[in-house]
């Protein structure tokens, strides 16, 4: 019998913001910017194009690519998913044999500007992100002396939740998940996909979620797994000592929890006994995932904006902030303000 999935009200690090404000009020509040994770070589039969999107999503530019180039949809890569509503400049990759020229000048696509290119010698591959860059702007904000005040705290790390958006819309993607591990089919891998991920992205925010409410989001646990600041390199710390808390303390390291899978649990004592209860209820989640042969991994609780400034402009404010991959700007945003998004309720990659 499959149960109804409903999205928990995740904790807040610092209390729920008093302060509120609206989001996306116009596209240009919202702006996101991909740096790449490496240096293209320049050469090579594969070309990186720079583009602008304003109101289009990254599979739909990527399938109006495909018809410019002339190849096939699959061929055209990008190194992540981009809000529809927003101005987003992220990187696509297109095969070009070496010499074959690219008119992209030449292009006049709705809501699609392409503004640089160069060639590479390997396709670009999904999270190849050293940082998203985020300028957003909060406007009719009810108290920007709180929001500054507020700001300062939010520099310090907020908790790495994984946005609504994972979960679709009212959170159709975790249903789709029940579904499957209840016995019924998804023949469409792309959903199979979507519903997994989302699962896997549900009981990660669960153990984020108690951490907070336990107090020890920013403390070290007896049979930690830690993970290494902008690095996927993580170790175990059987126990905590004044070099790894100093370590944690400048933010050179983060406590990490499970996305669930097949593997044994990378944490002992004191750290896997508090993730196993706080998946408790949730167990037959964990055993399907495991079962489907989706592989376990571990993701840092805490994400730290870098480059976190605010700018003033009468009653807005301007915030601007850069994420590694696979973080969510509404992590931030939420421990910030108490925002309302002028264009849905949550964030959609669709």
């Known amino acids: 019998?499959?149960?109804t999935v409903q999205l928990?009200?995740?904790?807040?690090?610092?209390?729920?913001?008093?302060?509120t404000a609206l989001l996306r009020v116009q596209p240009d509040d919202f702006i996101v910017h991909e740096?790449?994770?490496f240096t293209?070589?320049?050469?090579?039969e594969h070309m990186l194009l720079l583009v602008e999107k304003i109101g289009q999503n990254t599979q739909y530019v990527a399938k109006l690519l495909a018809e410019l180039v002339g190849c096939k949809a699959r061929q055209v890569s990008y190194a992540g998913l981009k809000d529809r509503h927003a101005v987003t400049r992220q990187w696509f990759c297109v095969p070009v044999p070496i010499k074959q020229q690219l008119n992209w000048q030449d292009w006049n696509i709705e809501g699609v500007k392409v503004l640089d290119s160069?060639?590479?010698?390997?396709r670009l591959k999904l999270g190849s992100i050293k940082y998203n860059e985020f300028t957003l702007t909060l406007r009719d904000v009810s108290d920007i002396p709180a929001l500054l005040q507020r700001l300062e705290l939010v520099k310090k790390g907020v908790p790495n939740y994984y946005g609504e958006q994972r979960f679709g819309i009212q959170g159709g993607?975790?249903?789709l998940a029940e579904q499957l591990f209840s016995g019924g089919g998804i023949e469409d891998r792309k959903i199979r996909g979507l519903?997994?991920?989302?699962?896997?992205?549900?009981?990660?925010?669960l153990q984020v979620d108690a951490r907070v409410k336990a107090g020890t989001f920013n403390q070290l646990l007896m049979g930690e797994v830690v993970q290494l600041d902008g690095s996927g390199s993580i170790f175990k710390v059987p126990q905590s000592d004044d070099t790894l808390r100093q370590r944690l303390l400048e933010a050179d390291l983060h406590p990490t929890a499970g996305l669930p899978?097949?593997?044994?649990p990378l944490t002992t004592a004191d750290a896997l006994a508090f993730e196993q209860q706080s998946l408790s209820l949730w167990q037959h989640w964990v055993d399907k995932l495991a079962e489907l042969n989706v592989r376990a991994e571990r993701r840092s609780i805490r994400v730290i904006p870098k480059d976190l400034t605010a700018e003033v402009q009468g009653q807005n404010v301007k915030i601007s902030f850069k994420l590694y991959s696979g973080c969510f700007a509404t992590a931030v945003l939420r421990e910030l303000v108490n925002y309302q998004d002028v264009q849905r309720n949550y964030a959609t990659l669709d």
């Open 8 to 19: 928990p009200q995740l904790s807040y690090l610092y209390g729920q913001p008093e302060t």
């Open 173 to 175: 993607n975790l249903a």
């Open 195 to 205: 519903a997994l991920s989302a699962s896997r992205s549900f009981l990660f925010n």
């Open 40 to 44: 293209p070589t320049g050469a090579g």
């Open 118 to 122: 160069i060639r590479h010698q390997r």
């Open 1 to 3: 019998m499959q149960r």
């Open 35 to 37: 740096e790449l994770s």
């Open 261 to 264: 899978g097949l593997g044994e």
